[in-house]
């Protein structure tokens, strides 16, 4: 693995390999090499030999893969290097944009082992075939942290809702029959496109249209070094055409890798809606007249809900003794504070505990069922900041309630008279 001769593209254009130089090369056609795209079903044996057999009869100077440098690495078992950045992970929105990208790998995982082929074994039989027929490997696809970022920006909350509703069953075995030799069939790939961009046109537009340019992009700068074969998703193969074709459509390179940064959140609304319950909570309390004890009780009240059910989830996760302690002591104080959350203290400590390392995003990568998921130092850590969090937020709204009641206050006509 370590003598092999990869071309990552990404990281010439941090080098400086811009715009320009892609808009010259395409003025010049009679440099450009033959492009041949092979489309394929990440999980069907029948790609994996049909991907082998085309490299051999092509004998391609180039073999581009659908992999950027992290998915090429957690493929072919390289190990990651660095420390791991705990509190970088448990920060913001990331902590639950690194489970809906676990989740999703999960679930292709899950559908390969029920076909009995390990997903991503086209990309590593391109890969391998290349590497027997002298030709140079090349990472033609966006870094998948920035894919999954933007994917995730795109979604209303109502789509990111139906997006991890629909996985939940496939993660457990669930769901329509596929039938993975129509996968590749272009007219079936079509369809199941056309749906997906029917729930979220956005968030298609992300994952697949800005994934085509990107890689035709990377293609045709190649494509002037020699004759390339593509191994992309058979999803993947007509955009990728079309805009090879069109050459001009192909959006500018920093529209396809900013990051999106929304100053208003559908978590921030939510957290400041949270905020505001908990103070039109207390102010209730106050006006009724209730009270120095009354107050004190409510007090009482919303550490031991918010406390518990903030417990709760850490056990649910199976985290440590601590980190149930500390997401109990805690959580009646982050919910006070939307920049705080009970979570972010309580994976602190269960990383304290667990000691999680870089190897365990390579265990992350391998693991085919969730009991094995469960066993990954990382993984429970990032579970227990979730559920840790969960189990706050439940606390705070079943908390305003309680309190409301004990005040005399209706939640009901209360809520009816604000709106």
Sequence with gaps: MANREVIDLEEIESGGTGEAELSHGLQEEDK??????????????KSVEEVSQAIEDLH??????????????????QEETGEIQIREILSGGKLYLLLVQWFLAYVQKKIGSDLGVKP?????????TAEKMGARVALVDRDIGVTIQRFWSAMSFVEKAKLVGSMIPAAFGKGEEIDIDKVTEEDVVSQIIEEFRAVSPRAAEVLIDERDAYIARNL???????????????????????????????????????LS?????????????????????????????SSSESFFSALKIWFLVNGTLSALGVVLAR?????????FMVAWLTSLNPLMAAGW?????????RKPTMADTKKLAEAETFKELKVIPLFR??????????????????????????????PEDLIGGIL
């Excluded at 073999?63 to 072919?76: D, F, G, I, K, Q």
């Excluded at 991503?120 to 391998?128: C, F, K, Q, R, V």
């Excluded at 440590?320 to 302690?325: D, G």
Aim: hydrophobic content about 50%; charged content about 15%; aromatic content about 6%.
């Design 32 to 45: 450009k090499g033959e492009i041949v795209i092979v489309g394929t079903a990440h999980v069907s044996e």
């Design 60 to 77: 391609p100077d180039i073999v581009a893969v659908e992999l950027c440098n992290s998915r090429y690495r957690a493929l072919t078992g």
């Design 120 to 128: 991503g074994s086209d990309m590593i039989a391109a890969i391998e």
């Design 220 to 258: 045709i700068r190649l494509g002037r070094e020699g004759m390339v074969v593509a191994v992309v998703g058979a999803g993947h193969k007509q955009g990728i055409t079309k805009y090879l074709a069109n050459p001009e459509k192909i959006p500018p390179f920093e529209n396809m890798t900013r």
């Design 261 to 289: 940064k929304r100053r208003v959140s559908v978590p921030k609304l939510f957290g400041a809606a949270l905020m505001l319950l908990v103070v039109i909570t207390f102010a209730v309390v106050l006006i009724s007249g």
């Design 319 to 327: 985290g440590h003794p601590l980190s149930v302690l500390t997401a």
């Design 345 to 353: 203290f309580a994976g602190i400590v269960e990383a304290w505990t």
């Design 381 to 410: 850590v990032i579970l227990v900041a979730a559920l840790a969090n969960i189990g706050s937020v439940a606390g705070t709204v079943l908390g305003a309630y309680l309190i409301l009641r004990m005040s005399g206050v209706s």
